[in-house]
Each structure stands twice: as structure tokens, then as C-alpha cells.
């Protein structure tokens, strides 16, 4: 069959070729330029598959595509079973939340691999394989298809009175236009009834919140705090709030200290530092990575994303990078019993510079 189809189009193509070529005159002097013939190679023999010349790889082909085709369905199962018996519980047990997600994606990607491989499969082991030539042709329809074309739409027109009726066809039209206001207004609702511009402009920090140690919760003092050394900082009590993961991407902070005069302090920012130490918000301002990487020799903070730097000295001044501005300073003093804490909330969003346009 392969050898039929091979020998019909590789006969088609030669005939367009030999056609297509056209023979130039060379003059004298110029004998570098070709007549730019080109011989059509034709197809090349056809190779019977073993699957065409064993029966038993043929057997053994169609199983591994039945195979996979099972593997797809028991994927499905999968998925289906795992999302109705695993529901997440985020408040009990935040690991049912991974354990299901990677079920149901396990199930759903063996569902589709399946599907995928045995198709694939089974083209290129058990399918008859032809070489096919389609000559290209214009898409245009004949003067007459396009005439009856229109005839039709005409006769639509008329049957129907969409041109006639003109009420109809208006209240039609508006039926129309304000249909996907329904998903419109659905798909907002998904973000929930809360502002979600007020909501990324506050977090958990506030007059009094103690600084605390990420992951542990443990107070920090002041004095434990020494020159070069940098803390991953959280507020306290971010793990009673209901969506601490959602609070902790907001609120995360990196304290560092310097030596007081190696601080460039603008002016209202004054009592903003403790005797050098600083925080600065760890997410990055140029699309909101967390800024974990601290130079201790330059007072350099790196983004690991996109290789923006702040500079600690310069309140935490962009000097490299696609961020635009500065990494929020979080306003911090110590308490009576020398633990630190905040003075108030940041003064500005944290994150990517997209929400200064709520500023
Ligand atoms: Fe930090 Fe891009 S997210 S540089």
C-alpha cells in the first residue's frame, strides 16, 4: 500500500517540478550562474516496520497501546477519587492541601500521557505509513460558490426577517452583548469580597508587634543582633491568623545591622533604625520574589530572580536591576524588655511596584 502511494505522488511531484523549473540563457563570461535545476529526489524506498513483518511484535505493539490507554483511564480514576476523598482542610491539616494536589495531578497527568503515548504509539507502530503529496491550491471559491454563497445568506436574510423585524433583531442584539456580563460578574466574585488592593496594603505588622524569628516564633533582642548578621523575620503571632501562608508572603522582613554611620537616614526616617539595625520587607519590588541573599561586606541585598540589588546603606536604594524602587522600610524601636519591635505597619505597599498605582 506504502509503495502504491509512493509511486503516485513521487510521480506527482516530478511533474510539478520539471514544470516549475524554467532555463535561463547564460551568456559568455558568466558561466558561475546556474540554471538552478534541481532534480526531484522522489520519495525514498519504502522500509517495512517489524510490526508489518512479525505478527508477534505486531501482538506485542497493540498490547503496550492498549496498555497505555489503560494507564489513562486508571489516571482518571485517580484524580477523580483523589479530589472527593482528599478534600482540603487548611485550617486542620495544611498537608492534606499537598497530598491531594499531588494526587489529583499525578492522575491527571497520567490521564494525558496515556492518552498521548498510546496514540503516538500506536501511528508509529501499527498504522499503515504512506508518503502523501497534497498539491497546494487556491483557497478562493469559484465565482459560482461565491454567488450561491451570497444567495444563501440572502435568502437567510429574508426568511428569517433579521433585516425586516428590526425589533427582534435589536433586542437580539443586546441579548446578545449583555449575555457575558454574567461571567463577568461571576469571575469577579472569585476574588473575593474584600478590596484586594487594601487587603496587599496591609499586613500583620503594627505599634508593639514583636519581631520574631522565621520559622521558630522566638522574640528577638536587640543585643542579639550583632554587626553583619541578617534574621529572617516574621511578626508575632502570624501562625494564629487564618491564612498565615497569605500573611507571611505579605509581611516577611530581613533585619540586618550596621554601624550607625554607615546609615544614610532621610529626613521623618530618623528614629526608623535601632541603633543601626533595620528591616527591610523581603519581597522584592520588582515582581515580588523573596530578597534572601545578603552581602554582608557591601550591605548589598541581591534578588536571586532577576538580580535586582538594594543597597542597606541607601535605604535599600535600587543600584542594579529591574526594580524600581526601594524594598519598604519597616519602622522598628525595642521594648522594656529590649526585644524589638515594630513602630507601626510599613508606610507603603509591599511587593511588586504594580500597586504604587494605588498609592
Ligand atoms: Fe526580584 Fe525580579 S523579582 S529582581
Redesign the pocket.
Known amino acids: 500500500m506504502a509503495k502504491k502511494g509512493s509511486a503516485d505522488t513521487g510521480t506527482a511531484v516530478e511533474a510539478t517540478t520539471e514544470s516549475a523549473v524554467t532555463h535561463h540563457e547564460v551568456s559568455p563570461g558568466t558561466a558561475v550562474v546556474t540554471s538552478d535545476r534541481v532534480e526531484n529526489p522522489g520519495f525514498p524506498p519504502h522500509r517495512a516496520r517489524v510490526t508489518e513483518l512479525d505478527p508477534k511484535k505486531e501482538a506485542s505493539a497493540q498490547r503496550r497501546v492498549v496498555y497505555w490507554f489503560l494507564a489513562s483511564m486508571v489516571g482518571t480514576i485517580i484524580a477523580i477519587t483523589a479530589y472527593i476523598v482528599m478534600p482540603f482542610d487548611y485550617e486542620g491539616d495544611p498537608g492534606s492541601v499537598r497530598w491531594s494536589t499531588l494526587l489529583v495531578g499525578f492522575g491527571l497527568a497520567l490521564a494525558l500521557l496515556g492518552i498521548g503515548f498510546g496514540a503516538v504509539h500506536w501511528a508509529k507502530s501499527l498504522m499503515d505509513g504512506h508518503d502523501l503529496v497534497e498539491q497546494r491550491h487556491s483557497t478562493r471559491g469559484s465565482e459560482e460558490t461565491r454567488a450561491k454563497a451570497v444567495e444563501i445568506m440572502r435568502q437567510g436574510n429574508e426568511e428569517s426577517g433579521f433585516s425586516r423585524r428590526k425589533v427582534i433583531r435589536n433586542t437580539l442584539i443586546g441579548a446578545l452583548a449583555l449575555w457575558p456580563l454574567g461571567g463577568v460578574v461571576m469571575f469577579r466574585d472569585l476574588a473575593g469580597r474584600t478590596d484586594p488592593v487594601s487587603l496587599l496594603k496591609q499586613t500583620l505588622w503594627d505599634e508593639g508587634v514583636l519581631l520574631t524569628r522565621d520559622p521558630d516564633g522566638a522574640p528577638i533582642r536587640a543585643s542579639d543582633v550583632t554587626i553583619g548578621s541578617v534574621f529572617h523575620v516574621i511578626p508575632d503571632g502570624l501562625y494564629d491568623t487564618h491564612h498565615p501562608l497569605e500573611e507571611k508572603a505579605k509581611a516577611v522582613v530581613l533585619l540586618m545591622r550596621l554601624r550607625p554611620e554607615e546609615l544614610q537616614v532621610s529626613e521623618g526616617r530618623e528614629d526608623w533604625n535601632y541603633d543601626g539595625i533595620v528591616a527591610y520587607s523581603k519581597i ?1 519590588t ?4 523573596p ?1 534572601a541573599l545578603y552581602e554582608q561586606h557591601t550591605h548589598h541585598l541581591l ?1 536571586p ?4 540589588q538594594f543597597d542597606i546603606t541607601r535605604e535599600a536604594a535600587v543600584i542594579f ?3 524600581k524602587r526601594p524594598l519598604p522600610q519597616l519602622p522598628i524601636t525595642v521594648n522594656s524588655e529590649g526585644y524589638l519591635v515594630a513602630r507601626s505597619d510599613f508606610t507603603e505597599p509591599v511587593g511588586p511596584s504594580f500597586w504604587e498605582r494605588s498609592l
Not at 520588582?286 to 520574589?289: A, L, R, S
Not at 530572580?305 to 535586582?308: E, I, L, R, Y
Open positions: 522584592c520588582h515582581v515580588g520574589c530578597v534578588c530572580c532577576h538580580q535586582s536591576g529591574p526594580a
